[in-house]
């Protein structure tokens, strides 16, 4: 149970062009979803939380227009990477939770997103 | 400001020895701790988590040890196979805010 799916799982493209990256919990609801980027031998650095329903949360630093986060469903959450620039070239993985509290994020496989 | 680390950035252990990874955190209000794994190129997985009313937990060959006086947390690893090799972090949880550990990377050796 509890299982993320995310895609794409890698893409490569253009400088300017804007990614979207999927992220969907396929057994249960998730009332929150959480958007990671992770560079090489890196922890995962938390970009923002995003609630359905509710505009995200952004972590300091993070830009939300660079960003776009959209949750409109239980189990759907998206990512727009908008007018991609090599320096946004990353991994980028996004999680989920069953209801606040103390539980166990389940994390999808992540996107590796690399831009030319 | 408070944080949570590791120890030891990189352990290197023989197939079938035990593997213990080791966390510090210093937030005190931290009352949910995680471990998970994650190989290359994919996510992290879930392995064990315990509360701060307990101090120990064990699942399928894997211990979590909480030693809330001087705020540590561990892993252990029975019988280490290859297929544990990968990242290893640690996550705390205040009821507020996750925070991941930088990673330990175990290496098994056959």
């Known amino acids: 149970g509890a299982v993320v799916s995310q895609h794409p799982s890698w893409v490569i493209c253009k400088s300017g062009t804007s990614v979207k990256i999927e992220c969907r919990s396929l057994?249960?609801?998730?009332?929150?979803m959480f958007w990671y980027r992770q560079f090489p031998k890196q922890s995962l650095m938390l970009m923002a939380t995003?609630?359905?329903?509710?505009?995200?949360?952004?972590e300091q630093g993070v830009e939300k227009d660079k960003f776009l986060i959209n949750h409109a469903s239980l189990t759907l959450s998206t990512l727009t990477v908008t007018s991609a620039h090599p320096e946004d070239s990353s991994f980028y993985i996004c999680?989920?939770?069953?209801?606040?509290?103390?539980?166990?994020?389940?994390f999808g496989d992540g996107t590796r997103l690399s831009i030319l | 400001g408070e944080s949570v680390g590791l120890h030891l950035p990189t352990l290197s252990v023989q197939e079938g020895d035990n593997s213990i990874i080791n966390c510090a955190y210093s937030?005190?209000?931290?009352?949910?701790f995680i471990w998970y794994k994650q190989e290359s190129g994919k996510g992290p997985q879930f392995i064990i988590d315990?509360?701060?009313?307990?101090d120990k937990r064990q699942g399928q060959r894997v211990t979590v040890l909480l030693n809330k006086t001087v705020k540590h947390l561990s892993l252990q690893i029975a019988a280490t196979q290859p297929g544990d090799s990968a990242v290893y972090f640690c996550?705390?949880?205040?009821?507020?805010?996750?925070?991941f550990g930088a990673g330990t990377r175990l290496t098994v050796k056959p």
């Open positions: 999680s989920a939770i069953l209801s606040g509290g103390n539980q166990p994020q389940h």
């Open positions: 937030n005190s209000a931290s009352d949910y």
């Open positions: 057994d249960f609801q998730a009332t929150t």
């Open positions: 996550a705390e949880n205040d009821g507020n805010d996750m925070r």
């Open positions: 995003s609630n359905e329903g509710s505009k995200a949360t952004y």
């Open positions: 315990i509360r701060s009313n307990m």
